[in-house]
């Protein structure tokens, strides 16, 4: 991995620390461990513009809380992973940030 890569992909982890809730599921610790277990079996995210691409995200909208569904790109284009997040309105509102939980990280 390349230096720029290197930066990008820590400056992606950094700004999603930074939004995530953590959860008893998700600590820090397993989501290395998931992180990890995802560069074993299917080598780096795409970072680039094709990676970051909206398409490959789906938001269903029911009232307060959202469900938004992140298709993991990778080189190899299987694509058969993917993060899922509850974003809170509500409560992102009232501590003018975003709030999101991950509720599922599906590695195949």
């Not at 959202?66 to 080189?75: K, T």
């Not at 284009?77 to 509850?86: H, P, Q, S, T, V």
Request: glycine share 6%; with cysteine; charged share 35%.
């Amino acid at each position: 991995m390349g230096v720029q890569t290197k930066a990008r992909y820590a400056l992606t982890l950094l700004t999603l620390s930074e939004a995530i809730e953590p959860s008893e599921e998700f600590g820090e610790k397993r989501l290395a461990s998931l992180r990890n277990e995802y560069a074993e079996s299917h080598g780096e995210l795409r970072l680039d513009a094709e990676g970051r691409s909206n398409k490959h995200t789906f938001i269903e909208k029911s009232g307060d809380v959202w469900a938004v569904r992140r298709m993991l790109q990778d080189f190899e284009e299987r694509n058969d992973c993917a993060m899922e997040f509850a974003v809170d309105l509500g409560e992102s509102k009232r501590e003018e940030r975003l709030v999101m939980r991950l509720s599922c990280l599906n590695i195949d």
